[in-house]
């Protein structure tokens, strides 16, 4: 393409993600940007099967009857997922009592190497409750699309399994039905996700 012709697409694109962002945020509540949520159905979420990080196979029916906090993510990542699960810990921690309706679970995106020996140690970085889930490959990709979560391996010479995985970062709270609630984009600070929580629970 010539450049003007890129530099049009890019405005058209820019204006369009605009329209679309001021439209979000139009439709939403009196909320700001980083905490978004949506009234009526929203499709997310759905059946999944899974094994939980002490072996147990585990469906959305196991959660059913209370709130769960779910993030995708895997064990290898370097910074993106711990601080997000950190985030969801301190957000619990702040909503004390109230927070035990509320189970936090971690769902891997690298089931070649998220085992279920390795979600086991790795979970108790973080809060005390969190589940880690993980499964075959198929599995994991069916929960995955499910909660609409995009990932992909990508090629990582530093690694030492030669790849690493690019994958959505958002936290979702779902309620006791599996309905989605609300999510929370990354980097919501504890404080206002603990706030976004409290008003579903
Ligand atoms: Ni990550």
Do not use: W
Request: proline share 5%; glycine share 8%.
């Amino acid at each position: 393409m010539k450049p003007r012709i890129i530099i049009f697409a890019a405005a058209a694109f820019i204006v369009g993600a605009l329209a679309a962002f001021v439209a979000i945020n139009l439709t939403g509540k009196a909320s700001g940007p980083v905490v978004s949520q949506v009234s009526g159905k929203a499709l997310i979420g759905g059946p999944f099967t899974l094994t939980d990080h002490t072996g147990k196979t585990v469906t959305e029916k196991d959660f059913a009857g209370g709130f769960t906090l779910v993030y995708f993510g895997f064990t290898y990542c370097p910074d993106v997922c711990p601080t997000e699960l950190q985030i969801m810990t301190a957000a619990l921690e702040q909503l004390g009592d109230k927070a035990e309706k509320v189970t936090p679970v971690f769902i891997s995106v690298d089931p070649k190497r998220d085992t279920v020996e390795q979600m086991a140690s790795y979970v108790t970085n973080f809060h005390k409750r969190l589940v880690g889930l993980t499964g075959t490959p198929e599995q994991v990709k069916a929960a995955a699309k499910a909660y609409r979560v995009y990932y992909a391996e990508v090629k990582d010479e530093t690694s030492s399994a030669g790849y690493t995985v690019d994958h959505s970062s958002i936290v979702f709270l779902m309620g006791p039905k599996g309905d989605y609630l609300a999510h929370f984009s990354h980097g919501t600070s504890p404080q206002k996700m603990a706030e976004g929580i409290a008003k579903h629970l």
